[in-house]
């Protein structure tokens, strides 16, 4: 198997069978990311204990890249750190827009997204999720604690 049929089919799993999909029951970010070139659509829920992210979920519609990239996100930051995640996103960004060099150590699955370069109208559709928990987690230290509800749209 070719490695881009394995990318392909990392990416329709997580299409077809989401993980963490569906709002916890509490939430202390919770952040709709809107791409209204092409209609994708997430929101995503964390939950933040101390410095770390205990619980990462979404609902959504759109394309396949889109729905697959927020889930494989939510598995990726699921129980690590703020500065990690940060460090995850540093990373998934660089790939996708900078043309940076992947950390398959740190990215996973994620890099099965690479391939999505070579099609640069699908690429906002990668990174909607990524966007989206950028704003989130920044977003949540100027609430000191209180919940906070966002709502993100690609330009």
Partial sequence: MALDDLYRDVILDHYRRPRNRGAPEAAGVVVEGVNPLCGDQIKLWLKIEGDTVTEAAFEGHGCSISQASVSMMTEAIKGKPVSEVERIISDFRGMMLDGAEPNPDRLGDL????????????IKCAVLAWNTLRLGLAER???????????????
């Fill in 111 to 122: 890099v099965a997204l690479e391939g999505v370069k070579r099609y640069p109208v699908r």
């Fill in 141 to 155: 230290t100027r609430f000191h604690g209180q919940q906070v509800v966002l709502t993100h749209s690609e330009t």
